[in-house]
């Protein structure tokens, strides 16, 4: 991200990019801005998007080298192609002689650093991995527009507007855009103005609602639930968002028992290094073979819904309450 940083910075630019990695809102923002370096706002006769796995890699290469259309440069870009974990061998030997005039903007989530094609931009452009941002990492990215906007927040408040509103940097910018309009005219944004505006994320409405079950805490488990069913969210749904919770706390359990630390715990279960810290806290309340047990519940009241032996809202209620009736040491 650094090399990229100063590429855009002294307008010295590769002719290939690749933009990798998890975190959506890094992907968009350095498609924006090295959109907006290399081609003059408006010039769409020089600007080419592609997007998903059938694109056409004769037309992309034919395109590569027409001349810009009284222009310095033609920028290329190709969003989602799957490129990097296919063959695309005809693009990957093109990229090794690419035309002075055309630039070439991949953006892609998942890449295998052993294709032609990761390889052949490693070797004559640049790759950029944009991964989930840590928590030390999105704090700091977070008091930066605190400051901006003249504005103060506690670590208490920080902590919580993260617990509420998850990790994902577009909703937090989102959110904070709100939050500072709600404080227009004072300086410190507190914990009960986040709450006030702030929309909590069902992700955390689970870990909630699972905090309750396992702190033995039936009456705010099922008002989580209920003020969930209020939201309209249905009750399958959210039966489905509890068991994927439980299953991942199973799964954290078992890397934990495996001596992983929490990098590499995220990394291994697919979720945000915030998210797994989380995990690995709340896994301490259960043990593994109760887990199993939670799961192989989950799918009995999801069997007897489909079966018609109970309602969806009332199964949800009776799991909830089944797990949630005693507290835990």
């Known amino acids: 991200m650094k090399s990229l940083n100063e590429d855009l910075k002294s307008g010295q630019f590769k002719n290939i990019y690749l933009l990798y990695g998890e975190e959506a809102y890094l992907k968009k923002m350095y498609k924006d801005r090295l959109s907006k370096a290399l081609l003059p706002e408006g010039d769409t006769m020089n600007y080419a998007y592609y997007e998903g796995k059938h694109v056409n890699i004769k037309e992309v290469i034919d395109l590569a080298e027409t001349v810009p259309f009284f222009a310095e440069r033609r920028l290329i870009v190709l969003e ?20 002075d005039t055309t630039f070439f903007l991949f953006i892609e989530t998942e890449v295998d650093k052993r294709s032609k094609m990761y390889k052949a931009i490693k070797n004559h452009g640049r790759a950029v991995e944009l991964p989930f941002q840590d928590e030390a990492t999105l704090k700091r990215w977070i008091l930066g527009f605190v400051k901006r906007e003249d504005r103060q927040i506690t670590e208490k408040a920080l902590n919580h507007l993260l617990n509420k509103v998850g990790t994902d940097m577009e909703n937090i910018q989102k959110e904070l855009e709100k939050l500072f309009c709600y404080t227009l005219g004072r300086e410190e944004i507190t914990v009960a103005d986040i709450d006030a505006v702030c929309v909590t994320q069902i992700t955390n409405h689970i870990f909630e609602m699972i905090n309750a079950v396992a702190d033995g805490n039936q009456r705010k488990a099922l008002s989580l639930y209920y003020d969930l069913l209020a939201l309209r969210e249905p009750p399958m749904r959210i039966l489905y968002l509890m068991t994927r919770q439980f299953r991942l706390l199973l799964q954290v359990k078992d890397l934990q028992r495996l001596g992983y630390a929490q990098k590499e715990i995220a990394s291994r279960a697919g979720i945000h290094p915030f998210a797994a810290k989380k995990c690995m806290g709340q896994t301490r309340y259960f043990g593994t073979s109760e887990l199993r047990t939670i799961l192989e519940e989950s799918a009995r009241m999801e069997e007897a819904v489909k079966t018609g032996r109970l309602t969806d809202t009332l199964s949800v209620e009776i799991f909830i309450v089944k797990y949630s009736s005693r507290a835990r040491a």
């Not at 989602?80 to 063959?87: D, I, L, M, P, V």
């Open 80 to 99: 989602n192609t799957g490129f990097f974990k296919s063959a695309a061998t005809d693009l990957a030997d093109y990229l090794k002689e690419t035309p």
